[in-house]
């Protein structure tokens, strides 16, 4: 028993410390996106930004820091030519003073995107998961109809260490007046569940009506998820 219970607080203290040598590099992760956004490298630059900013989820930074983080992320995908990302990053604090700003920043691009967009729902989604993680669905051609690919993503309070809660399916079928239909009955072990999606130029609306798919812990296949691609 006592044994246990140092073996316990041991793994503890070892992870409590292991917190904070990772809590105290978020503004490293900033200063190297910094550099590499002044060096040109906006992809390196965009995945500084990011770290910074799961990071800074983690360790609890106050609002402002985040959301300067999620800009900072935005800023370095939009010089990389990737507006449908950073519009999607900007959403998660869009009354944000420096959100508002960048968003108008990239709104005549989005604009021209307005007509491929809904030309075809072809391409990928993203729902925020937290501390830097998205869940995706995806949508790409198969034949004249379409493979639909989920896979989604929740992030609990240790996610950082431990890594995320998963879960996911794909299907092929039509997707007709914009409305889609994934089904899984309940055999060889899976669970049943119904989920409708609804989609729109920039956007999904998934809806789980039944079940919960065996998805991980608080995975659901519900919301709605922000097209960040053409393709």
Known sequence: MFIGLHVATGHASQEDEQIKTDCAKVDGYAQAGLAAYRQGDM?????????????????RLPTAAL????????????????????????????EDPKSRVNAALIQPVLDRLKPALAATPMGDYWRYAGQGVWSVLSVMPAGNVWKITFNGYYMPGMGMLYGPNMGSFSMVQGINDGKAVYRQDAVD???????????????VQLETVSGDCGFGANVRAAGRFLRVSLY
């Not at 930004?49 to 800074?56: I, P, S, V």
């Not at 072990?189 to 956007?203: E, H, I, T, Y």
Request: proline share 5%; aromatic share 10%; hydrophobic share 45%.
């Open 189 to 203: 072990g899976l669970q049943a569940c119904r989920v409708n999606m609804d989609f729109s130029p920039d956007a």
């Open 67 to 94: 959301h300067t983080a999620y800009n900072n992320t935005a800023l370095a995908l939009i010089r990389s030519g990737e507006p449908l990302q950073a519009n999607a990053w900007l959403a998660l604090a869009p």
């Open 43 to 59: 992809a390196r630059a965009a995945d500084e930004y990011t770290a910074q900013a799961a990071w800074g989820e983690f360790c």
